[in-house]
């Protein structure tokens, strides 16, 4: 009755001004249903509610009416500005010309953050024409096609918002800029309306651009904000921590199920299969870029490329991908990251041992993508919680007008969480040198640099040079320098 309800009451009362929530897809519906519903949801929400149209088509007018160089020698246009201009690089000089120029843009923008949802449509081909019409309706080619549709234009607001954010600091308004920055934190979440692939990746690359304009701006100058300001920020990344993505999985895993269900299904399954076999085989070398998680894909022999693999059959894969994405899930609740075999290469030895590898192809190119993500949950919440403290550092100064002899100084108000590297599960470490605070912490880096020196001269301001004056460092040799390697990272 409920789904009656949404699908054909929804748009009567909406106009009526009643507001539904987002479509959730029910176990064993069809994806055509589910995005049949989804586009009717989106298009009955009322103009102010559905917002999609309006951040493209203000993004759009942004670009018509300033797409001009503000640097002919330098080839650098009004569009970079918006999105690149910070005091340390050569597109500040013309912040005033063009962030001023796009004021009233920007409180539209602050504005748009703050609704509830983006309600982009997700495509069809009657909607594209140009999408490739030999795929079958798979459900991850459409949330694929729905992510790049949807993604880009809040990707590019995100970035116009942090980057008038840290205008608006340096020219002396900081509430301004904390109600940027808030907004562009407003508008991340609006890249997991449909929990998939795409857009978590996305989440996390706007999150971290938006947590390194924090973080840089407030060690460029330390007084640039008064601890209530400094909380606020603070605040942002601590959000961050409390997110639990358990369900961007969750929901790949049906939708790779309903894929898998009408691959399997298709009446003329021979081909298929060899089709199937190249795609999933040129994903394996997409996926290879990644790295460190390619000693399972290369583990796949090369089989006859005129001859289609004989895959094993979908309860087989569907009961493997299962367990797999348990044994992924119970590392992602295991913080911080320990010494000892994870339990997804555990359970991708035991349940794949003995069996042909080919005929799994499926399960390994989807896990070893999600296996990427989980590294790079961690990693992002690991930064984001040593940010935390760094923050927390600038904030007993602004309190109390000098820096903590230790960290243990700083109240447990402003530094909430534990003050540990949740790379490695030891202490941060923090001293004062020359009356700058120094924040670093000790363990491996887990960077497979071949030996370089973590912290390289060009890794500024974030750098070993910090602890020494540039003379000195120049002035190491190489080996001096890679004593840094492995043992020490420096956070501020």
């Not at 190249?278 to 070398?285: M, S």
């Not at 299962?322 to 997804?344: F, G, H, I, N, Y």
């Not at 309190?399 to 003050?419: F, K, R, T």
Request: glycine share 4%; hydrophobic share 40%.
């Amino acid at each position: 009755m409920s789904k009656i309800i949404r699908t054909y009451a929804a748009p009567l009362l909406l106009c009526a001004g009643v507001v539904f929530s987002q479509p959730t897809w029910d176990e064993g519906e069809s994806f055509e249903a589910f995005r049949d519903e989804w586009n009717g949801w989106a298009e009955a929400l009322p103009e102010d509610e559905s917002v999609f149209e309006r951040l493209t088509g203000l993004l759009e007018r942004m670009r018509d009416e300033r797409y001009d160089y503000v640097n002919p020698e330098t080839g650098a246009h009004a569009m970079d500005v918006l999105s690149l201009s910070r005091p340390w690089n050569e597109y500040w000089e013309f912040r005033e010309e063009v962030h001023g120029a796009y004021a009233t843009e920007f409180d539209e923008l602050t504005r748009i953050a703050q609704r509830p949802f983006i309600a982009a449509p997700i495509p069809t081909l009657e909607d594209d024409p140009e999408l490739d019409e030999d795929l079958p309706y798979l459900p991850s080619f459409w949330f694929e096609q729905h992510d790049l549709n949807t993604n880009s234009p809040i990707r590019t607001a995100v970035r116009y918002l942090i980057s008038d954010a840290v205008y608006h600091a340096f020219e002396g308004r900081q509430d301004m800029a904390i109600e940027r920055f808030e907004a562009a934190s407003n508008m991340c979440r609006f890249t997991l309306e449909l929990p998939t692939e795409l857009g978590y990746l996305t989440e996390i690359a706007v999150r971290a651009a938006l947590r390194e304009a924090i973080v840089l701006s407030v060690q460029y100058d330390a007084d640039l904000f008064n601890d209530e300001q400094l909380a606020r920020l603070q605040n942002l990344l601590i959000l961050d921590l409390a997110t639990n993505f358990d369900n961007v999985w969750r929901f790949e895993q049906r939708v790779t199920r309903a894929d898998w269900q009408l691959q399997f299904e298709s009446l003329d399954y021979a081909r298929t299969n060899r089709e199937l076999r190249d795609f999933y085989l040129e994903q394996a070398a997409v996926y290879k870029s990644f790295g460190s998680f390619y000693d399972y894909l290369g583990r796949f022999s090369s089989p006859d490329p005129d001859a289609g693999i004989p895959l094993a059959k979908l309860r087989d894969q569907i009961s493997v991908q299962s367990r797999l994405v348990e044994a992924m899930l119970s590392d992602l609740a295991a913080s911080p990251v320990t010494q000892r075999e994870p339990a997804l290469s555990r359970a991708m030895r035991t349940y794949l041992s003995g069996r042909d590898v080919n005929r799994y192809l499926p399960v390994f190119v989807e896990v070893a993508l999600w296996r990427l993500q989980l590294g790079l949950y961690h990693s992002y919440n690991y930064d984001n919680a040593n940010q935390v403290a760094m923050l927390s550092i600038y904030r007993h100064r602004a309190c109390h007008g000098e820096w903590p002899l230790s960290l243990n100084a700083i109240d447990p108000g402003v530094l909430p969480i534990p003050a540990i590297d949740y790379y490695s599960g030891e202490p941060l470490r923090y001293t004062l040198i020359n009356g700058e605070p120094r924040l670093w912490a000790l363990g491996a880096d887990r960077d497979d640099d071949g030996g370089r020196p973590v912290m390289r001269e060009a890794d500024q301001p974030q750098s070993a040079k910090k602890w020494y004056a540039l003379a000195e460092w120049n002035a190491l040799s190489d080996e001096q320098r890679a004593e840094h390697d492995g043992d020490i990272r420096i956070l501020n």
